[in-house]
């Protein structure tokens, strides 16, 4: 062993004085000698070769098409010395016997980094190290261009070396699917010989052809000299490389591919002096010189995800889009066989809205709307879609967008499902007419776009056991199955998809439908349990997974803030609304946070006489179409309105529903009794009188007193007497004009605080022995079939049960407006075990018990109303 030591330490200090000789020799010819350099000269004096190879213009000589020759050392020879030049880059690799403990090796691996570099325009090419013998210390005089951001940190454990040699054949396939002029050179520099296992995936690099733009320079293989490889190493050895083999005092090169020295194979017939270090000097002002364009590299812009002409891609055979980069190669994504539908997770702030603004717009750039239409929900407070719909202040929209849910409700976004599948099942008898069973073979007349649809925070749609969630379950699976024959692709983000309970053994039959994953930070969850990819991602970088997240399918992209070019945003989205095609129209909106004013209401506007049955409108559904919440009050026994909860939006509720029916009746057609019981509430009552009269109709008002008897009257009214005729009301049909005659139109009871009136109705009458609620029970079952409707507000369902008679004669007031009940006495008082409803400011839940609707919608509010707070 000292022996060998010795000999070796008399090797490199042999090596020392060669090179010193040929140093004296070139100062005496007057040539550059290792002098420090200035900025201005580094580049060419680095790159500066002469010899047998053409020297590389220094700067701009791109390194990934073709091999460059770059220099390793100098020659000696009786006649002096002569610069030695190996091709690298372009395909062509280095390999040297001796690793890096022999100090020779790292000075010449650094000077053939430096040379690299200063041969290619600045930000083409990145190095990565691997030393395990030295724990970095081969790469340390490097640092500034570590700092620079050129020089990636060394690996020097074997989980860093795995996670090199992954990333690097990310960078190989990445590569070799890009554009040949957008790729970027990966110098892997390999310190000492690595195991087996990773010797054969760098020696698979170093076979894979210039286009992977992978360039290793790979120390301690012994193989190059001839010899035999790593003990029980059967790999492929490494291809395409110059084979260096260090003596005593110099170094034999071997025949570089390509352009051999020799005709026999024996290489460079004289012996080279190898190149040491260059001064630390020289270092440093070539990473300055690279930083800036390393620096630029590293976020893509939002510019870079657009294509070169708008709307010039079909979608017949899928879509695809540009998402950011994998160091300078684009990284594109699609929506295809292979890639149906995608599953995006991270933490909140990860990054999830801007990924997914960036993948929507370069969609939108690529696609007409008669390629791509987007459905886009998003279960969260914030703002995630709100730039695709029309607003005051810009009245653009995204041409693309059918569908927008903002702050959505779940019953919404199962509304929203449910109409996709509606659209599945058109598709499918769309195909089926024309004989074929893929969209690119329908005829262009019968093409239909192909519709993205994204659900944002969509756990909130599956938390929980109840039926929204067990329904949004079989929707999505069924989605997610039939969806990519017939052009519906899914987007799910989430900031976890852990702890979805309503998927009980169901997570594989959906997400197995997901093959394309991003992982943003801390979404490594969508990743297999064993792919760390994920596990230190910045903000703007995601995993791209095509493989379900198997490990070793991950390409590692960094994609721009959208949110930091939110004028390009606009640009881009005013761009593509002036040319939508004729005739098309804003997107359906919902806005979770919007009340509905009954006064802006263009259904309730819209309501005129004379168009069948009356209605009354009661909110607005949540559903798809935001269609108009009414009960039909037709002459079937029990077609009243009762509107349920303690909140004041009960009075509002009850005077949109008047003010509609009012609509419905030309002047004088109907008349509104008009009770109110709440004080609270009578500056409503006062307007709703005031409005009612101004349309024209006779108005009412009543006290608890003047209440009972005129129910007495009306009940009277629909009973028929001894011959079997009903008999006339007997009260003047109004107070301002008590000699007309009696209406022979609707009568319309209208009761605010109907609970208060439950004293009043208890009493009995001495002589007819009747109470005040028989004759109410008579009028509800009578009195539809006379025209007389009773809209009530029961600030609480007990009394409005007890009114009723008791839970078995709930189907006497049919039409129900539930606000702040709970869902469990609700259920109790419909005899639903299942009701799911949770009382929340501004819903409330309609029911109708003849036609067993029960909807979610958003109740009417008056004007000046705050988001409902008493709940
Ligand atoms: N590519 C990027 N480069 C730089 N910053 C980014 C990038 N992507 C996102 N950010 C920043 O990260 C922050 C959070 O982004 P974003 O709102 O998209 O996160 P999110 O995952 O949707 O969060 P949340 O779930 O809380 O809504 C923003 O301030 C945004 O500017």
């Keep these: 062993m000292g022996r ?19 140093d004296r020799a070139r100062r005496s010819l007057g040539a550059p000698g290792p002098a420090a350099p200035t900025a201005a000269d580094v580049v060419a004096r680095l790159a500066a070769v002469g010899g047998r190879l053409a020297a590389p213009a220094p700067g701009v000589t791109a390194l990934t098409g073709a091999p460059a020759p770059i220099r390793v050392g100098e020659a000696t020879t009786l006649d002096g010395g002569f610069p030695v030049l190996v091709p690298l880059g372009g395909g062509c690799h280095l390999t040297v016997d001796a690793d890096a403990r022999d100090p020779r090796v790292g000075e010449l691996l650094r000077a053939v ?14 190095v990565a190290g691997i030393d395990t013998v030295a724990f970095g210390a081969t790469f340390l005089p490097l640092r500034p261009l570590l700092d620079a951001g050129v020089l990636a940190p060394t690996a020097t454990t074997a989980a860093e070396v795995a996670a090199l040699l992954d990333s690097a054949e990310r960078h190989a396939r990445a590569a070799q699917a890009a554009d040949p002029a957008a790729r970027e050179l990966l110098v892997l520099v390999v310190a000492a010989a690595p195991g087996p296992r990773e010797l054969a995936r760098l020696a698979a690099l170093t076979h894979a052809g210039a286009s992977a733009a992978v360039c290793v320079l790979l120390a301690g293989h012994r193989a190059a000299a001839g010899q035999q490889g790593p003990a029980g190493s059967d790999a492929p050895p490494p291809g395409a490389a110059t084979a260096l083999r260090l003596m005593q005092r110099y170094a034999h090169v071997g025949d570089p591919p390509g352009h051999p020295f020799s005709a026999d194979g024996s290489g460079l017939a004289a012996p080279v ?151 599945l099942n058109r598709r499918a008898t769309v195909l089926k007419r024309h004989g074929v069973t893929k969209l690119a073979d329908l005829p262009r007349d019968a093409a239909v776009p192909r519709i993205v649809a994204v659900v944002d925070e969509f756990q909130v749609l599956l938390a929980g056991t109840d039926a929204v969630a067990r329904q949004a379950v079989d929707l999505l699976e069924e989605l997610a199955r039939k969806g990519r024959s017939y052009g519906v692709h899914l987007v799910l983000a989430s900031q976890s998809t852990a702890g979805i309970e309503s998927l009980y053994g169901r997570a594989e039959a959906i997400f197995g439908q997901f093959p394309l994953r991003v992982a943003l930070p801390g979404g490594g969850g969508v990743l297999d349990a064993l792919n760390t990819a994920a596990d230190a991602l910045p903000i703007g970088a995601a995993v791209l997974n095509t493989a379900a997240g198997a490990a070793g399918a991950d390409t590692v992209a960094r994609f721009p803030d959208a949110y930091a070019a939110r004028a390009e945003l606009a640009r881009l989205r005013h761009e593509l609304w002036r040319e939508r095609p004729a005739g098309s129209a804003a997107p359906t ?43 039909t009050l037709d002459a079937t026994p029990g077609r009243h309105l009762a509107v349920v909860g303690t909140s004041t939006v009960g009075a509002e509720v009850l005077r949109a529903a008047a003010l509609g029916l009012g609509r419905q009746h030309a002047p004088g057609g109907a008349r509104f009794l008009l009770a109110g019981l709440v004080a609270a509430v009578d500056p409503v009552v006062d307007g709703l009188a005031a409005a009612l009269a101004a349309a024209g109709h006779p108005v009412q008002r009543l006290d608890p007193a003047a209440l009972r008897d005129r129910i007495a009257a009306l009940a009277a009214a629909g009973r028929p007497d001894a011959a079997g005729e009903p008999v006339a009301d007997p009260s003047p049909a109004d107070q301002a004009s008590p000699a007309r005659p009696p209406i022979a139109g609707h009568t319309y009871l209208v009761v605010f605080g109907a609970d208060a009136a439950s004293a009043a109705l208890a009493g009995t009458d001495p002589t007819t ?103």
């Design 589 to 631: 909106v919902f806005r979770g946070y919007d009340p509905a004013r009954a006064d802006d209401d263009p259904a309730l506007a819209a309501l005129r006489p004379g168009g069948g049955p009356p209605v009354a409108l009661v909110g607005r559904v949540v559903d798809v179409a935001n269609s108009p919440a009414s009960f």
């Design 4 to 22: 060998l030591a010795s000999a070796y330490g008399q090797a490199v200090a042999a090596h020392r004085q060669a090179r010193e000789r040929l």
């Design 113 to 126: 980094v430096l040379r690299l570099l200063a041969t290619a325009p600045p930000g083409t090419v990145r």
């Design 273 to 423: 002096v190898l190149d040491g270090d260059l001064p630390p000097a020289t270092v440093a002002a070539l990473a300055a010189h690279l930083a800036p364009a390393a620096r630029r590299d590293v976020p893509p812009a939002f510019a870079d995800l657009l294509p070169a002409r708008r709307w010039a891609a079909t979608s017949a055979a899928g879509l695809s889009t540009v998402v950011g980069r994998a160091g300078r190669q684009p990284v594109t994504v699609a929506f295809d066989d292979a890639t149906p539908h995608w599953l995006v997770a991270g933490r909140t702030g990860a990054g999830k809205t801007v990924f997914l603004l960036d993948a929507l717009y370069g969609l939108a750039a690529r696609y007409a709307p008669d390629q791509l239409q987007l459905w886009l929900l998003d279960f969260k407070e914030g703002v995630s879609f709100t730039e695709f719909v029309p607003t005051e202040r810009d009245p653009s929209w995204l041409p693309h967008a059918r569908v927008v849910g903002i702050e959505s409700d779940r019953e919404y976004g199962l509304a929203v499902l449910r109409e996709l599948r509606r659209e």
């Design 769 to 871: 022995f009747r109470s005040g609620l028989d004759d109410l029970r008579a009028l509800l079952r009578e009195g539809p079939g006379n025209g007389v409707h009773l809209l009530g507000w029961w600030r609480g369902l007990r009394r409005l049960a007890d009114a009723l008679g008791g839970t078995h004669h709930r189907d006497d007031v049919a039409c129900l407006v539930a606000l702040n009940v709970p869902g469990a006495e609700l259920g109790l008082h419909l005899g639903e075990h299942d009701l799911a409803y949770t009382p929340r400011p501004d819903r409330a839940l309609l029911v109708d018990r003849h036609d067993q609707r029960t909807r979610l919608i958003v109740p009417f509010t008056g004007p000046g109303h705050e988001i409902d707070e008493e709940r």
